[in-house]
């Protein structure tokens, strides 16, 4: 009875490849996300989509494609590795993108180690 | 001013104390906001909102001054299993993105 789970989790791969990460949620939310947290712990927001649309776009390397089949998953692929991706990747969900009491519940991770 | 401020700690409190968090923010027009627990490489987890005054859950007590634009996690009786990081998080960008603190570390030992 997961809510939101991730696969892999854990991902070692070589610098120039290309990877994907999978996000799927079962909590009927209408928003997916995705954070990185890097080595210091800083949380920071990638991307949101609301019902399969793209609602934010942070300054992100447009190596970073995200894509949400529907509104339960929300994939990321990332071109072209480097070792600065090397984080760990949240993927997270809500009722609606206007986030009043209801917050955001997240996914186990993917913790990316490029080398 | 940053978006969401927090001392990063760590906290090293004996079991039972009360221990409270203070965390700013520098977005006025924000409405709720959030504590999260992240426990060592686990994901973080919602442990309350706040949006009027303040919010209490058992030992848990979340307070907002909005004059001072300031929220506060008060944490009573710790417990060793309080050990965690604790994210303070505001609503930015229009209401529709979460900034998150970088955490305040709290050790609870014997």
């Known amino acids: 009875d997961t809510a939101v789970s991730q696969t892999p989790k854990y991902l070692v791969t070589q610098m120039g490849n290309d990877k994907s990460i999978k996000c799927e949620q079962n909590?009927?939310?209408?928003?997916m996300y995705w954070y990185k947290q890097d080595s210091k712990k800083f949380l920071k927001i990638m991307f949101s989509?609301?019902?399969?649309?793209?609602?934010i776009n942070e300054t992100v390397p447009n190596r970073f494609s995200p894509k949400s089949p529907d509104k339960a998953h929300l994939n990321l692929h990332i071109n072209s590795l480097e070792l600065g991706d090397s984080a760990v990747y949240f993927c997270?969900?809500?009722?609606?993108?206007?986030?009043?009491?209801?917050?955001?519940?997240f996914g186990p991770g993917t913790r990316l180690t490029v080398l | 001013r940053k978006e969401v401020e927090q001392d990063p700690g760590p906290f090293n409190v004996p079991e039972g104390a009360t221990v409270a968090f203070n965390c700013t923010y520098s977005n006025s027009a924000s409405q709720s906001f959030f504590w999260y627990r992240q426990d060592c490489r686990k994901e973080p987890k919602l442990l309350m909102s706040?949006?009027?005054s303040g919010n209490e859950d058992g030992r848990f007590t979340a307070q907002l001054n909005r004059a001072s634009q300031y929220i506060s996690l008060l944490i009573r009786d710790s417990k060793l299993s309080d050990s965690a990081t604790y994210l303070c998080v505001a609503p930015t960008g229009g209401g529709n993105k979460l900034t998150f603190g970088t955490g305040t570390q709290l050790k609870v030992e014997l």
């Open positions: 706040v949006y009027s």
């Open positions: 989509y609301n019902n399969k649309e793209l609602i």
């Open positions: 909590l009927g939310h209408d928003t």
């Open positions: 997270a969900s809500s009722h609606s993108p206007f986030l009043t009491m209801s917050g955001q519940f």
